[in-house]
Structures are given as structure tokens and as C-alpha cells.
DNA sequence: ATGCATGCTAGAGTGCGCTCTAAGTCAAGC
DNA sequence: GCTTGACTTAGAGCGCACTCTAGCATGCAT
């Protein structure tokens, strides 16, 4: 029940399967254990490992970034330093990056305003018989 | 004055001149008027558009949603209520990908935070002489 | 008039993140 | 014992949005 198996950590990490074998050979990182078949099952630790992971891409860290991240946790405890650093600019960066996203947003919100009034302007217009 | 080149207009929208010869070519749309020399110039108008049109990119419109919009406007006026449900759409889910990316940061937010204690408590430690 | 920056074209190339294919293995149920 | 279905592998393919190349034209500045 703490062992899930790839359909049931596809289900609870909206990732695909293919997704899951793509991330673990790309960032060559957790070492998804098998069953005496050979076939993955996906623990707890291992599980929100993923879902963190999904957090990093979800905010547009690339690949390489999340793998340089997992180096340093692979290389132990005294690399915890540098992955806060990493965490703190990208946290920088997505920052910088919604800023930027609810400016255009603004922006796209007042062109729908203007379309509004001038849709409103259209009918009001018609009513009257203009 | 009111006229700009392409490097003029290169450093006020911040696209590469090759990125606005791409969206000329890939949106169709807007006739870029040319000098004697057959080179573009760009008008306020033009420049206005470009910089909606960067909106749309940066909250992550693809060029064929841009490109369907900017159809519907060369259709003529008509078409406006269609445009605005382009739009109104588009802002619907730019605020849920908002939605997620503050849950993801939320989540990294709560990762470095757990850094910073367990550094904290590493460094009172030594301090300490523990 | 010469040199250099700026711009032009068509089309090829790149990087990213998946996404799919093909052929095969394994375990459970009928 | 056979089928079904979830899984395995290596590697190819895809879609997107640029980004660059090569070779040529134009036009201002010395």
C-alpha cells in the first residue's frame, strides 16, 4: 500500500508513464526500485521526490536544473548549502516571472474591457434604432 | 519619428529582429510596410500590436492561438465578440496556471524554509560545540 | 567611391520536453 | 496452456518556438 505500482503513481502524480521512465533517465537520480519481475514500484519517499520535481518544472525549471539539483543531494549532506541556493533563485526567478505574467495579463484584461464597453456601445445602439 | 526600424523596434519590444520576421511570417497578419529600399519600418500602431501580441506569448499563447485571434481581426468588426471569447478564455486559464505556479512555489517556499532550519540547527550546533 | 552597418530572403538547424513505436517479458485469470 | 494486459527496453519521432546561415542589396559616412 506504500508501494505503488507505475498506473497508480501515474494516477496520483498526473504525470505518464512514459514521463516517469523519461524523468529517471534524465536526471539518472532516484533509484525507482523493481519487483522480481523487473517492474518499477514507486515508494512514499519516492513519490514526493516526484511531486517536488513537479513543482520545479511546473514553475519552468528546466531539466537540467532539477538534474544539477539531485547531483548535489546525491553528494550528500554538505552540499544542503548550495540546494537552498538553488531553491532561493529560482525562487527569484519564478517570481520575476508571475510579475511579469500578471502585467501582460493586465493587459490583456483591458483590451477585454475595451471590447466590453464597445460591444455594450453596439447594442445600445441597435436598441434605440441607430 | 513615428516610424521605426528594425532596430529601433528591436529595442522597444525586446524580440530579435529575427523573431519579428517570425511572427510576420508564421501570424500573416500585420503588412509590415516597407521603406524605398524594401526594408521594414514600423508604425505606432504596428509597435502597439507587436506588444499585445508579446502579452499573448508571455502568458503563454501559442502562435496558433495568436494567429487565430489576429484572423478573426482581419475579418473585420463582426468578429469582435468571437475575439473577446479568445480572450476571455485565454485570461481563464492564465489565472489557473497563476493557481498552480503559487501552489509550486508555495511548495518550494516551504523546501527552503526547511533548509534554513536544518542549517540553522547544523550551525548553533557547531557554535555550541555539539 | 569605398567600406561597413543594417537589412533582406529562403530555408536549414537547434534545443527542449516529451511522446510514441516495436518487439518483447511476465503474472494472473479463465 | 492461453490470452490479456500491464509492464519492460532502446531508440526514433514530434511539435513548438525560435534561431541561425549564406549570400545578396542598400545606403550613410569618410
Known amino acids: 500500500m506504500s508501494q505503488l505500482s507505475v498506473s497508480e503513481a501515474v494516477a496520483e502524480t498526473g504525470l505518464s508513464a512514459h514521463t516517469l521512465r523519461y524523468y529517471e533517465k534524465e536526471m539518472l537520480l532516484f533509484e525507482v526500485p523493481r519487483d522480481s519481475g523487473g517492474r518499477r514500484f514507486y515508494t512514499r519517499e519516492l513519490l514526493a521526490a516526484i511531486k517536488f520535481i513537479s513543482a520545479l518544472r511546473a514553475t519552468g525549471m528546466s531539466i537540467q536544473g532539477i538534474k544539477d539539483y539531485i547531483d548535489l543531494y546525491r553528494r550528500g549532506e554538505h552540499t544542503a548549502q548550495q540546494r537552498m541556493g538553488l531553491l532561493q533563485s529560482h525562487e527569484e526567478l519564478v517570481q520575476n516571472q508571475l510579475k511579469k505574467t500578471r ?6 484584461r483591458r483590451k477585454i474591457a475595451l471590447y466590453q464597453t464597445q460591444l455594450d456601445a453596439a447594442a445600445s445602439a441597435t436598441q434605440q434604432g441607430h
Request: net charge negative; hydrophobic share 65%.
Open 103 to 108: 502585467a501582460s495579463l493586465e493587459m490583456i
